[in-house]
């Protein structure tokens, strides 16, 4: 099993960047697809972005050219660039692994999470 443990959630205004961290342990992360996801207060949890084992990026439709996952497997660490931000984005982002396999943005086939980092845009 793998712990993940996310980082660089705060409050920022629109418009500004953040960086938010997911560091693994228990295991290597180079046999492991990773995702990040969000959920807001009353929203289902959804797929922001992955990065899978073969080194192939999926982003959601609302922060594609916005946002870029990137993946350290030597550091056992993915992390989330997130630019231009918008009071939508806000959130508690959740960092997500499953063992490598056929891609998914579907929550229910991630089986290691993070505890989440709130982000929270200010207009």
């Known amino acids: 099993q793998v712990q993940l443990v996310e980082s660089g959630g705060r409050l920022v205004q629109a418009g500004d960047s953040l960086r938010l961290s997911c560091v693994a342990s228990?295991?290597?992360?180079?046999?492991?697809?990773m995702g990040w996801f969000r959920q807001a207060p009353g929203k289902e949890r959804e797929f922001v972005a992955g990065?899978?084992?073969?080194?192939?990026?999926y982003y959601t439709d609302s922060v594609k050219g916005r946002f870029t996952i990137s993946r350290d497997n030597s550091k056992s660490s993915v992390y989330l660039q997130m630019n231009s931000l918008r009071p939508e984005d806000t959130a508690v982002y959740y960092c997500?692994?499953?063992?490598?396999?056929?891609?998914?943005?579907?929550?229910?086939?991630?089986?290691?999470w993070g505890r989440g980092t709130q982000v929270t845009v200010s207009s």
């Open positions: 990065f899978s084992w073969s080194s192939r990026t």
């Open positions: 997500a692994a499953r063992y490598a396999g056929a891609w998914s943005t579907n929550p229910q086939s991630f089986k290691s």
């Open positions: 228990g295991r290597t992360l180079s046999s492991y697809d």
